[in-house]
């Protein structure tokens, strides 16, 4: 029960619920093309100090992802597990995937926000 309180505390200020409170943030953002059509935009792009809703709320998830996948880990050195190895490989291969996902899923979120933020790893 402890855990879940916590994750849930978590995920709301790692979406940033305050800041959006506070400052009053859009969901999602409208951009015009040259058409002069509006397109939906998900990334506040080139401010890494702002966010809209859905960004906030999608990359938090990403984290509480990870923090499982960490929990997962924490799960295979249990008593019960360490007995158990064919439950124990499954506890760290599933902490594996989730820790793995966490990572992708923010560093494709990082450089759709900051476009030269993959350029920069490659000089």
């Known amino acids: 029960m ?9 995920f709301m ?7 959006d409170v506070v400052n009053r943030t ?11 059509k509006k397109l939906t935009e998900t990334f506040l ?5 702002g966010q809209y809703i859905m960004e906030g709320l999608v990359a938090s998830s ?8 960490f929990i997962m880990f924490d799960m295979a050195n249990t008593r019960a597990a360490t007995q158990n190895i064919s439950r124990r490989k499954f506890l760290i291969a599933v902490g ?11 560093r494709t979120f990082f450089s759709s926000k900051i476009p030269t933020y993959d350029m920069q790893r490659l000089l």
Not at 2 to 10: A, E, I, K, N, Y
Not at 13 to 19: D, L
Not at 45 to 49: D, T
Not at 62 to 69: D, E, M, N, S
């Open 45 to 49: 792009e080139g401010k890494v100090h």
């Open 26 to 36: 859009p969901t999602y953002g409208i951009k015009v093309d040259s058409q002069g």
């Open 62 to 69: 990403f984290f509480v992802i990870g923090c499982l996948g």
């Open 13 to 19: 200020v790692a979406s940033g619920v305050i800041y």
């Open 96 to 106: 594996l995937g989730l820790v793995w996902v966490s990572l992708l899923g923010t």
């Open 2 to 10: 402890l855990v879940q309180v916590f994750l849930v505390g978590f």
